[in-house]
């Protein structure tokens, strides 16, 4: 079984420029959410998602965009990437949200220069 | 405001040294208290799952046990592929989950 899949694995960007992460999960899994990972501070919600078309923010939201147009996918869009926004992001999935463990991906390096 | 901390930040055992780490909460309406094995370069990795004071959970060496204000997650016996970093995140009532910042745990040989 795949789990949750995120793609790229690395990437650099230069200040200004649009990307977006991808995430998938096989496991058709209603929750999906995009954390941050930065040396010295817990990983950190972006966004979630309860469900196919409807998302929330996190804890960080600013700076970022998703959508849900599916059960499997939930990409994260950085429109005009900043210095600040250097980090490694997850990708998880879950049942549902109450009391489930969440299934990460192995993460996306990515650095703004 | 909602909090979860971690300690000790990093942990040196010698292979056989049985020891705890810890992670303390301050949130309302805890709703679950999970416990995650990080590799380097990889995702978290779910260990257990507590949702009330008393709880205990055990897998191999390792054991969660859970308080009001804290949890630890008890090692006995490590080898040295126990070496990982150990992440505890909590959930709250509105579903928001909160990540501890690590214990980075290296067991010698």
């Known amino acids: 079984n795949a789990g949750v899949t995120q793609t790229p694995k690395f990437q650099v960007l230069k200040t200004g420029q649009s990307m977006t992460l991808q995430c998938a999960q096989d496991?058709?899994?209603?929750?999906m959410s995009w954390y941050r990972q930065d040396p010295g501070m817990g990983l950190r919600l972006i966004h979630y998602?309860?469900?196919?078309?409807?998302?929330d923010q996190g804890e960080v939201p600013n700076g970022y965009n998703v959508s849900r147009s599916t059960t499997e996918d939930f990409p994260l869009r950085l429109l005009s990437a900043a210095p600040s926004q250097t980090s490694v992001y997850f990708c998880?999935?879950?049942?549902?949200?109450?009391?489930?463990?969440?299934?990460f991906g192995d993460g996306t390096r990515l650095s703004i220069l | 405001e909602d909090q979860v901390t971690q300690s000790p930040e990093a942990l040196r055992l010698q292979e056989g040294e049985s020891s705890s780490l810890n992670c303390s909460y301050t949130?309302?309406?805890?709703?679950?208290l999970f416990w995650y094995r990080q590799d380097p370069g990889k995702g978290p990795e779910f260990l257990f799952t507590?949702?009330?004071a008393g709880e205990e959970k055990e897998k191999e060496r390792l054991k969660a046990t859970l308080t009001k204000k804290e949890s630890f997650l008890h090692i006995t016996a490590p080898k040295p592929e126990d070496s990982a970093t150990y992440l505890c995140a909590v959930q709250r009532t509105g579903n928001q989950f909160y990540f501890g910042t690590g214990t980075s745990l290296t067991v010698i040989p």
């Open positions: 998880a999935s879950s049942w549902d949200r109450f009391n489930q463990p969440q299934h």
């Open positions: 998602s309860v469900g196919a078309g409807i998302t």
């Open positions: 949130v309302s309406g805890l709703r679950g």
């Open positions: 507590l949702y009330s």
């Open positions: 496991m058709n899994h209603e929750y």
